[in-house]
Antibody, heavy 115, light 112 residues
Framework: EVQLMETGGGLVQPGKALKLTCATS????????MNWVRQSPEKGLEWIAR??????????EYAESVKGRFTISRDDSKSSIYLQMNSLKEEDTATYYC??????WGQGTLVTVSS | DVVLTQTPVSLSVTLGDQASISCGSS???????????LKWYLQKPGQSPQLLIY???NRLSGVPDRFIGSGSGTDFTLKISRVEPEDLGVYYC?????????FGGGTKLELK
């Protein structure tokens, strides 16, 4: 059974940092394109980051809205990906989903940026 | 960025009816390899989105054949024949042809 579990969400003040973790199992993680997508009532579903497998030298891509502030990474030995979020803004408030390929989604973790 | 425009925004149906959702793209979604990376997701209340259709018309394993995706270039359609209760929720189209990848705004399918 495929499982993806996001952790690390919570309430954080503007300008602070937070790191999300997505632990996976049940599929061949090492060759998977992994993504972070977020969802908010204001912006709907928004793809924000992608990391490809080792064969591509772990190539990454980001949405303009998070480029320079967020960093996606992966640890194939742990079948996990991460999202380091720095300089958080109120508009980053959303539920953050980890996605494997395009078919495997976690249950999401809520990030609230507020003073 | 590629803008995906879904119509209608909401759709009220009777169980057993056919439903049709359109997704228009601001650019052609044909990739340089000849494939069209347009997908359809359904998000049921309280759940994460689930992939139904990939590359325009391919149903994911386990998706009923009453879901039919079609289209090309910039215009795409998802048809659901004989709507059943488990089909209710919000449908999203999504493109992975051009960076940044983008989602449509969603179409809410609900009972009349």
């Amino acid at each position: 059974e495929v499982q993806l579990m996001e952790t690390g969400g919570g309430l954080v003040q503007p300008g602070k940092a937070l790191k999300l973790t997505c632990a996976t199992s049940g599929f061949t993680f090492s060759t998977a394109w992994m993504n972070w997508v977020r969802q908010s009532p204001e912006k709907g579903l928004e793809w924000i980051a992608r990391i490809k497998p080792k064969s591509t030298n772990y190539a990454t891509e980001y949405a303009e809205s998070v480029k320079g502030r967020f960093t996606i990474s992966r640890d194939d030995s742990k079948s996990s990906i991460y999202l380091q979020m720095n300089s958080l803004k109120e508009e980053d408030t959303a539920t953050y989903y980890c996605i494997g390929w395009f078919a495997y989604w976690g249950q999401g973790t809520l990030v609230t940026v507020s003073s | 960025d590629v803008v995906l425009t879904q119509t209608p925004v909401s759709l009220s149906v009777t169980l057993g009816d056919q439903a049709s959702i359109s997704c228009g793209s601001s650019q052609s979604l044909v990739y340089s390899d000849g494939n069209t990376y347009l997908k359809w997701y359904l998000q049921k209340p309280g759940q994460s989105p689930q992939l139904l259709i990939y590359e325009v018309s391919n149903r994911l394993s386990g998706v009923p054949d009453r879901f039919i995706g079609s289209g090309s270039g910039t215009d795409f359609t998802l048809k659901i024949s004989r709507v059943e209760p488990e089909d209710l929720g919000v449908y999203y189209c999504f493109q992975a042809t051009h960076d940044p990848w983008t989602f449509g705004g969603g179409t809410k399918l609900e009972l009349k």
